[in-house]
Nanobody, 134 residues
Framework: EVQLVESGGGLVQAGGSLRLSCAAS????????IGWFRQAPGKEREGVSC????????YYGDSVQGRVTISSDNAKNTVYLQMNSLKPEGTAVYYC???????????????????????????WGKGTLVTVST
């Protein structure tokens, strides 16, 4: 069974830092791009970043460029999202997802642009809440 489990969220003051983790299981981790997304209250889901270290794929969305760093530990099947200089508008539930190049999947899940390709998302974690206070 494919599983993605996020952790590391919490309450942080503006300007602070958090590191989120996404632990993956049930599939060959090295074969897939993993993406981070967030959904703020009352807003649409937004793509944050993606990674597939075995292919050298790393990509950041414009809204977080320069303030987040994505990394992975393939031995632990885990993707990390280090977030620095957090702003109150960063308050959201953060999700990780497995990305797949499949138009059938994408037509249902929506597409996420990652490093030159449009991916669908075929598995999601339950999310971790990040709250940034002023």
């Amino acid at each position: 069974e494919v599983q993605l489990v996020e952790s590391g969220g919490g309450l942080v003051q503006a300007g602070g830092s958090l590191r989120l983790s996404c632990a993956a299981s049930g599939f060959t981790f090295d074969d897939y791009v993993i993406g981070w997304f967030r959904q703020a209250p009352g807003k649409e889901r937004e793509g944050v970043s993606c990674i597939k270290s075995s292919d050298g794929i790393i990509y950041y969305g414009d809204s977080v460029q320069g303030r987040v760093t994505i990394s992975s530990d393939n031995a632990k099947n885990t993707v990390y999202l280090q977030m620095n200089s957090l702003k109150p508008e960063g308050t959201a539930v953060y999700y990780c997802a497995r990305l797949i190049l499949d138009s059938t999947i994408g037509s249902t899940s929506g597409y996420y642009y990652c490093s030159g390709q449009y991916y669908g998302m075929d598995a999601w974690g339950k999310g971790t809440l990040v709250t940034v206070s002023t």
